[in-house]
């Protein structure tokens, strides 16, 4: 397989549009870096105000578009970081990430933070997949 371009923006339809000068994800050879997802609906509007776990679910829908739209799946997510207001949140959140991921089990770290872009969002993660060979998101 001859690899992908060297570098590509991916902008999802369908996702709330990016709070700022940036784009869903970039493609830089194999490697997908998707920027900061955020728990956010479609419409913009926050999910689950003070509920983690609902916006934890949110946060992995769009993960999950993301990674689709790019022609990647969680399987070929080697790193993630994961930004909690409330760090004893984790445990809360644990069971949705190990559902997502199944059997994969990528580097992580998580991030303690005082606040999030959004009023009220209590969770937001980042990703790098990646997809050797890949042709082309």
Known sequence: MAPGPAREEVSVAGLAPPLSH???????????FVSGVPALA?????????DVEAQFAQVL???AAILAAAGATPADVVKVNVYL?????RPRINPQRQAFFGETRP?????GV??????GMLVEMEAVAYVP???GA
């Open 133 to 135: 060979g890949r042709t």
């Open 22 to 32: 940036y784009t869903d994800a970039v493609w830089a050879g194999d490697h997908l």
């Open 61 to 63: 829908e769009n993960l």
């Open 114 to 119: 005082r606040e999030l872009p959004v009023p």
């Open 85 to 89: 207001v409330e760090v004893d949140d």
């Open 42 to 50: 479609p419409d913009g509007s926050l999910t689950g105000p003070g």
């Open 107 to 111: 580097a992580s770290t998580l991030v």
